[in-house]
């Protein structure tokens, strides 16, 4: 049986081959592979990351959003979708994506630091390690085809289901229904929040600080500044939780909350 593991990783032997290799192009199999697996964001990140390494812009754009997407915590793929946008033309759209990545992770720095002209380098392909094993995010095929319907309603709804369930504690139904929320609304602020919570109720504090944030990238708020307070804290980074207390407190010098955190930091 086709595999959507086994067509990835032609994909990426065919990526590394040199130029005048035989064989489908890299990115046949990647687009197989993500046929097959709708959900695996993986899959399209090396889709969109081998139309980039094509000079494919649109392509990369449209294939790198899909990515993000099923996974709106994966800089790599916001850092290329920003520099793919701004070579199509949409600069602001694409000084977003980069500033996002920038929050996700110190490294994009260091690549315009030593490649100004090609901040983009070979080698993020993503290979898969085992066979015949679905992808982590599932998403209800009723949802990816639900393109006629209002998905800013449907989003809207779902994210109302998911508050409903995290009183309730019941994390793990309310965890894959803000899944399908950024599934239709990759960049809806509050579910993002409540995600990041949630994780660091689970004591997930990695992930909460992703999440968190996102949803600040999204839209600055108070809640979402002190959620990632906590979560630096519980992440053991103090110095990064003083700074966002900082931000806070600067805005609302009378905050309690703010106040009590920092006081728990050394």
Known sequence: MPDSALLNNLG????????????????????????????????????GYAYWLDRDLAAAVSWLREAVRRNPADDQAHYILGVALQGTGSIAEGAREKEL???????????????????V??????????????????VENVIVASGQRDQQELAASRLESARRLAQAERDADAIAELRRVIYLAPYQ???????GQIYLRDGRATEAVDELKISIWSADTIAGRLALAEAYI???NPDAARAELQTVLVK???????????????
């Open 12 to 47: 990426v032997v065919q990526l590394r081959r040199a130029a005048t290799g035989s064989g489908p192009r890299a990115v046949s199999f990647f687009g197989d592979a993500a046929r097959l697996d709708t959900n695996d964001s993986d899959l399209f990140f090396n889709l």
């Open 121 to 138: 380098p070979r080698g993020l392909e993503r290979i898969k390690t085992e066979v015949d094993v679905p992808a982590a995010l599932r």
């Open 189 to 195: 602020s509050d579910a993002h929040l409540l995600l």
């Open 234 to 236: 519980a992440a053991k």
């Open 101 to 119: 990545a920038k929050r996700l992770s110190s490294v994009f720095t260091e690549w315009e630091a030593k490649q100004p002209a090609a901040p």
């Open 252 to 266: 609302e010098p009378n905050n309690a909350r703010a106040k009590a955190l920092a006081a728990q930091l050394p």
